[in-house]
C-alpha cells in the first residue's frame, strides 16, 4: 500500500503484466532497455515518468572494497592534502553541517603546509574563545573563521 513505485529494467514477458498497464508504451520501451542503475520512479504527485540513476552501488567493488575494509591504504587511495586539517577540523565542530572535503580544499587553494597548520591552529583557538565568551559570538561558525584566515593568507602570498 505504498503510494511511490520504483521500476527498473524488466524483461518482455514482465512488461504485459497488468501492473505496466498504466503506463505509455514510450514509458514501457524505455523500461525495456534501462540501463544498470536507472530507474522509473511513480507516484500519484508526477503525472510524467520520472527517471533517475542511483549514484553508487550498494557496495564497493573489488580491490576499492579491500582497501576500506581490509585497512589497506596502499595504492589507489587518495592522498591527504594539508587543507584536510581544516576539513576535519571543520567536521569535528560542526558535525554534519561542516563543508565539504573539495569545498575546503578549493578555498584552502595551493598554500603551503605551515601556513595551513598554523591557520588550523589560529582559528580553533579563536573559535574556542568566542564559544567561552558571548553569545552572540556563538553564531559564528568555525568554518567561516577558517574561510576568513585562509582569504587573508592568500591576500598576503599575493602582495609580497
Avoid at 104 to 116: E, F, S, Y
Amino acid at each position: 500500500n505504498c503510494g511511490t513505485s520504483f521500476y527498473g529494467r524488466v524483461g518482455d514477458e514482465e512488461i504485459i503484466n497488468s501492473s505496466y498497464r498504466s503506463l505509455s508504451e514510450t514509458t514501457k520501451s524505455e523500461l525495456l532497455g534501462l540501463q544498470k542503475g536507472r530507474m522509473l520512479v511513480r507516484h500519484a504527485h508526477f503525472r510524467a515518468p520520472l527517471f533517475g540513476v542511483f549514484p553508487r552501488p550498494p557496495v564497493i567493488p573489488g580491490m576499492s572494497g579491500q582497501r576500506v575494509f581490509n585497512g589497506d591504504q596502499s595504492a589507489g587511495r587518495q592522498s591527504s592534502l594539508p587543507a584536510d586539517m581544516i576539513f576535519r577540523l571543520c567536521q569535528r565542530h560542526m558535525g554534519p553541517d561542516s563543508p565539504s572535503q573539495g569545498e575546503v580544499r578549493t578555498v584552502a587553494g595551493d598554500l603551503p603546509t605551515d601556513t595551513i597548520e598554523s591557520i588550523t591552529q589560529q582559528v580553533e583557538q579563536n573559535y574556542r574563545n568566542r564559544i567561552e565568551g558571548k553569545s552572540a559570538a556563538r553564531k559564528v561558525t568555525i568554518w567561516s573563521m577558517a574561510k576568513h584566515a585562509l582569504a587573508d593568507a592568500h591576500q598576503s602570498t599575493r602582495r609580497y
